[in-house]
């Protein structure tokens, strides 16, 4: 597995804090490097699974990106594309706390997806705000909405699928592709 980081043009960025972390073990920290002149963020054997991956950068220069990935056994190179802070916010993320909202997943065939593991987070990936759920024999479970809106990553069998979900949205009814 190779990291690079590129802004929106394609142009590589150099100092950029690359982290991958392991979310079979709840986000272990498996790798953390600074990108060089060419935009490499360097490189780990990873073992087939589901990870996270987060390109960063102090004082804010540039936005924090943040990608999950299933690890199949091939080799993979992930571009990290950044883009820059820009002056005027998009809105704050406001926590909420105790709002629960129904969610179900389905499996590609559009049968219930049991024992699919969710994780929620807000878009930064604060650890005080991460979440994990395991759905019932449905496919189905609550998940707290601790911030609006959220990220929800759905891990099932060997793939994995990312989506930013709101309270307005509830309930929560999502499908892997057939792909």
């Not at 997943?105 to 049968?111: E, F, K, N, V």
């Amino acid at each position: 597995m190779k990291f690079r980081v590129l802004d929106g043009s394609g142009a590589p960025v150099k100092d950029v804090l690359v982290i991958v972390q392991d979310l079979s073990k709840h986000e272990a920290e498996l790798l953390r490097v600074l990108s060089d002149a060419d935009g490499n963020g360097g490189g780990r054997d990873l073992q087939p699974g589901p990870y996270r991956v987060i390109a960063t950068t102090p004082f804010g220069i540039w936005r924090t990106t943040i990608e999950e990935f299933v690890m199949k056994s091939t080799p993979l190179e992930l571009v990290l594309r950044i883009q820059p802070t820009p002056t005027h916010g998009y809105g704050d993320i406001v926590v909420i706390g105790t709002t629960w909202v129904d969610v179900q997943i389905l499996g590609p065939d559009g049968l219930p997806a049991s024992d699919a593991e969710l994780l929620v987070r807000d878009r930064d990936a604060t650890l005080y705000t991460e979440r994990w759920y395991k759905t019932d024999p449905q496919g189905r479970t609550k998940i707290e909405m601790v911030t609006d809106p959220l990220v929800l990553i759905v891990l099932y069998q060997d793939a994995i699928m990312t989506r930013d979900v709101s309270q307005r949205n509830a309930p929560i009814v999502l499908k892997f592709s057939a792909d």
